[in-house]
């Protein structure tokens, strides 16, 4: 439990005074949205947030084919599980669901948050308990190897790249039991284009492979040709990100990052994983040719189809599955930069009327397939793992 030592000092007196009333007032308004008072992280917490990373939520249980990655958790399930910077709870719930839905109801977890933006899951019968706290104090309010697995999700705008990451990494590790996996989620704020035809994944995962499959999705590896966004409104907007989040010490790409941190915990944590996969925006174009040649091909070789598969060349490239997994992650990236608004304006230079003009021109270009304003942008998703070594 949280620290009970004295206080030492005036300026830790106002430190403790200004974290109170930060957690009894968490929220301020701010063009017409409600933000985070005190606290530099840059989206809004308000509904419409709130929806949108429940979306991401969703989009990362489905392109991982669940809601935990690490293999160590299918061999041993764990007891008690923590969720930092829970939100509005959506992860939690939708982890209990997956090990109820093989037999493990038992699972205890708990949410942690500046702001108390989650329900109370207990009434629908998942045991949960959740903790307001600014993750910036350290040590957290909680014992010493108290959790088998600690969950960190979309943190990269709370907590600033460097010493304070690694500080707060630190603090996870001491939670931790021996033996625990500790899991990060996170996603890029900026786009790039996939060039055609990747090189199929490693062999060596064959349950990544099948999931990418059914999702249309690729498994992003170190050979992955990708190239700069190619439409022009996604171009500015990752500009812009990049500006703004360079300007408050925040990693517009913290994709690139995750491993190279936990690949420095060698003393304390081991078989280390990863999966790294790019949700398409749209329909590539490549990916139509690609079906094109591979029907021309199979027709060559069979003399008794005459015409029957060209006229099978409408059928949708997509199933309804797959196309509604590219329009929500392009629904997340519209919602993110709308979130954002008060960020890039500033950066930007754009009054309201020349951002709002901006606006409907950007959402017009993708939201309408004839346009063909996309050219392979994606978002990138992560997923990295590690297990706590046993003490010597």
Known sequence: MESTKPLSSNSSVHSELSHTELLNRPYELRHGRRYLRSLPYPLPVDLPEIQRQNLRTLLGCRVFGRAVCSPNVAKQVPQKVLELGCGSGYWSSMCHDYFSSHGFREVSFTGLDVAPLAPNFNKQGMKWTFVQHDMRRLPL???????????????????????????????????????????????DHVMRSLLPHP???????????????????????????????????????NAWITEALDKRRFSPAPCARLSQVLYQETETLANIGVRRVAIPLGELRWEREALKQSRDNRDSLDPLSGG????KMDEPLLTQDQLAIRETALLSVLQMIEGLEPLLREVSGKNAEEWGAWWLLMMANLLDPAKGGLGGECVEVGAWWATKLTAK
């Open 141 to 187: 309010p909680f014992d010493d190897e108290a959790f088998d697995l600690i969950m960190l999700k979309d943190l990269s705008l709370v907590l600033h790249v460097g010493e304070a990451f690694q500080k707060f990494l630190d603090d996870c590790i001491r939670m931790l039991a021996e033996g625990g996996t500790l899991e990060i989620w996170e996603s």
């Open 199 to 237: 090189p199929p994944p490693s062999s060596k995962q064959p349950y990544f492979e099948k999931i990418a499959t059914q999702t249309a999705t690729f498994l992003i590896a170190p050979g992955t040709p990708f190239a700069p966004a190619q439409n022009k409104f996604l171009r500015q907007a």
């Open 308 to 311: 029957k598969r060209k006229a």
